[in-house]
């Protein structure tokens, strides 16, 4: 979605995270991925939904396989995106079978569509993400081309400045501090909102329990998005 930059959409921009939060792939996206890494770098060790969750696509890659340097990693990322693009669209009616959107996430994107700039922040790669929100419908509601993705940095903390520089280029304002809203499902998550001082936002929709994800003292913890008065107050802080 292109959004007309003139119109008033709050002076919030929330960053979603995909895997975990808004949607879940029933994990072909991981096996997808993992099946792509190996066409590109060789072979891998099967790894726990933890081992991925929260991380970037270049981090996993980085982490996968430890032997290769930064340098060889990004030469070949290009092939290994176009060969993990190639293989997704294959699955493309499996995930259509198998994946969903977050219990609530609709009602909350479509409450705050005109109160806030939403755009994704996730470990995808931009082609990933684009694919897995078009096809769950959840595209229209995010001004896509504002979000940070896998490909633009290893380091998920280091995706925030990514979109605040790209929505500030875009609307003409900065954003920082509370300006920003970091929701996600992991302590990865957490741990990039709070190092970026946004407002930080967990939800235990992913592989971690509320207590879990409370020990990284997210700004607010939830359940999952269904109870819209809660997800709001979450965000903004109080209830709006
Ligand atoms: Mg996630």
Redesign the pocket.
């Known amino acids: 979605m292109q959004p007309d930059r003139n119109r008033h959409f709050g002076t919030k921009l929330v960053l979603w995270?995909?895997?975990?939060?808004l949607l879940h792939t029933d994990g072909i996206a991981g096996e997808t991925m993992r099946a792509a890494m190996e066409q590109t770098f060789g072979a891998t060790v099967r790894q726990e939904r933890t081992f991925y969750?929260?991380k970037t696509d270049r981090q996993i890659i980085q982490e996968t396989f430890p032997h290769l340097t930064l340098s060889s990693v990004l030469e070949q990322l290009q092939v290994f995106i176009a060969v993990y693009v190639a293989e997704f669209e294959r699955q493309r009616e499996a995930v259509l079978a198998r994946a969903g959107v977050m219990p609530g996430t609709r009602a909350v994107l479509d409450h705050l569509h005109t109160r806030a700039i939403q755009a994704p922040l996730?470990?995808n790669v931009a082609p990933i993400a684009r694919m897995k929100l078009d096809w769950l419908g959840l595209l229209d509601f995010l001004h896509f081309e504002v979000g940070a993705y896998g490909d633009d940095h290893h380091e998920r903390s280091l995706l925030v400045p990514i979109a605040a520089e790209r929505a500030s280029r875009y609307y003409g304002r900065s954003f920082s501090g509370h300006d920003l809203v970091v929701i996600?499902?992991?302590p990865h998550?957490i741990r990039c909102g709070k190092l970026n001082g946004t407002r930080t936002v967990a939800v235990a929709t992913?592989p971690y329990s509320v207590d879990d994800l409370q020990i990284y003292e997210p700004d607010a913890v939830l359940p999952d998005l269904r109870d819209l008065p809660a997800v709001l107050t979450a965000i903004w802080g109080e209830y709006v």
């Open positions: 995270d995909i895997d975990g939060t969750s929260g996730t470990g996600g499902d992991t998550d992913g």
